[in-house]
């Protein structure tokens, strides 16, 4: 006790006392070391997503088998931030996106984030928006049924966004997921999908902000999926709502051109 009182002293020249300099090594080092172990951690819970703890005859995977598991997806995060597009956090933030969502699968599923992933950070750090997100994207395209050439095909369009108007890439990567849950169902497909980089920028317009003009479609998305004044307009005007919007869409409409014809 007397050594740690007497460790640091105000005058100049004094002399630390060899505990404590090992003591503050300790406690440099465990700060070095925190970050890493951290990531390991959430990379071991992002391989309990992929795979479970259990194979599919009910046995409870080894420590050798959780670990190699570990480390096929912790060199796929490697992969796509090579080049310095983004952190090692910031990519395991992103798998972890695709893993949730349940669209990649098996051996199958993995190959093809192996594909989309690196995608998904160049995405991210030429527009400057978080990975996250720009994950969350990726996964409403494809759970609208784009397949995975679409999807990176709307990310590039995503990318463009700060040349297209005032709704940046930034904002989209922050509303299109929220857009793409909101308009339920009724919207699928390539062509409906692509048409919200057109209508964001439309919205913009007369919008004070990005986020009032985000929300504004938001809004419109979820009254155009809605169906509870359907019964309303076909009894008062004879207007099938849901017939003729699928009409408009069938010859060459998006979903959302398609419900303001209606």
């Known amino acids: 006790t007397d050594g740690v009182t007497k460790a640091f002293k105000s005058a100049a020249g004094v002399t630390l006392k060899v505990g404590t300099v090992a003591a503050a090594g300790a406690v440099g080092a465990a700060a070095v070391l925190r ?21 599919a005859n009910g046995r409870m995977y080894s420590r050798a088998e959780a670990d190699a598991q570990k480390a096929r997806l912790t060199a796929q995060v490697d992969k796509s931030v090579a080049g310095g597009v983004g952190t090692r956090d910031q990519g395991r933030e992103a798998q972890k996106e695709l893993l949730a969502s349940g669209q990649f699968n098996g051996d199958e599923g993995l190959k093809r984030i192996d594909a989309l992933l690196p995608n998904i950070m160049k995405a991210a750090a030429s527009s400057g928006t978080d990975a996250s997100e720009m994950a969350q994207a990726a996964v409403g395209a494809a759970n609208k049924g784009l397949n995975d050439a679409q999807v990176n095909a709307f990310l590039g369009k995503m990318m463009l966004s700060d040349n297209a108007g005032a709704f940046g890439s930034q904002d989209m990567a922050k509303w299109i997921p929220k857009w793409l849950a909101g308009a339920g169902d009724a919207m699928q497909g390539k062509h409906a999908v ?16 990005s986020d009032e003009a985000g929300n504004n479609l938001d809004n419109v998305l979820a009254f155009a999926a809605c169906n509870k004044a359907d019964g309303d307009l076909k009894k008062k005007y004879g207007i099938d709502r849901q017939q003729e919007m699928s009409k408009n869409m069938s010859n060459g409409d998006d979903y959302l051109t398609a419900y303001a014809r209606t």
């Open 35 to 55: 970050p890493q172990v951290s990531f390991d951690r959430q990379m071991s819970l992002n391989a309990q997503t992929m795979y479970g703890t259990k194979d």
């Open 194 to 209: 692509d048409s919200l980089h057109v209508h964001a920028q439309t919205v913009r317009k007369p919008a004070g902000t």
